[in-house]
């Protein structure tokens, strides 16, 4: 049975009210052939299901290791190089970003345990999520996360199509590693700033899951 994570609930309840008033009021109220109210009713059954397995949260067996860092996002890794990280540190970090598709999963988690050390909201554009400038023009949102072995930088960054990010981030909370950050609503994207002297044990293109892929050891 497919779990439904929270964030889903009020959409699919509105979407299902919305496809039924749709289907219900063109059987009764207008005279469509079978065929064609038959044709609309698998087209709506088929929209229902991609939103319902968008929304979905599947059970994970949580990577939990402070020597470790893992995937904030569930995706395919399109970036890693150094940046000049310009909002929080000021200064050059090795930068890892994951894009996520309609397909995956859309949880986003924390990639260590450690206190919430900053968070910010930033209003912004709608850019393709792998659009270069997406990561400093596109609705987003910053986290820090810290602790006695490294600070971390991760960026919940809207697509095209996405048009709420959600993040359970507070200054002064201490998070536990893998458990959800928050969630982004269709295709979207996530960086994760790291020191320039962290050795990325994933390569491009690879495909990850959020709180259990690892994507390098502290040394």
């Known amino acids: 049975m497919i779990k439904i994570h929270k964030e889903g609930w009020g959409f699919l309840i509105k979407l299902f009210a919305f496809l039924l008033s749709v289907n219900v009021s063109l059987f009764y109220l207008y005279s469509f052939p079978s065929f064609a109210i038959f044709f609309l009713f698998i087209i709506s059954f088929l929209v229902f299901l991609f939103f319902l397995q968008f929304f979905r949260s599947p059970k994970i067996i949580k990577t939990v290791d402070e020597k470790l860092i893992v995937s904030p996002a569930n995706g395919e890794v399109v970036h890693i190089g150094e940046v000049f990280e310009g909002e929080y540190y000021k200064e050059k970090k090795l930068l890892i970003s994951i894009f996520m598709s309609p397909f995956d999963v859309h949880i986003n988690r924390n990639p260590i345990g450690g206190e919430v050390k900053y968070y910010k909201y930033h209003k912004g554009k709608y850019l393709v999520a792998w659009h270069p400038k997406s990561s400093t023009k596109n609705e987003r949102t910053t986290t820090v ?44 994207r996530a960086d994760i700033f790291l020191p320039l002297d962290f050795k990325p044990e994933i390569r491009l293109k690879q495909k990850t899951t959020a709180g259990v892929t690892v994507l390098g050891k502290l040394h």
Do not use: C, D, W
């Open 145 to 188: 996360i810290a602790n006695n072995k490294i600070s971390v930088l991760v960026r919940q960054i809207a697509g095209l199509v996405a048009r709420r990010i959600i993040n359970y981030s507070v200054v002064g909370k201490t998070v536990n590693q893998s458990n959800q950050l928050g969630f982004i609503k269709f295709g979207s």
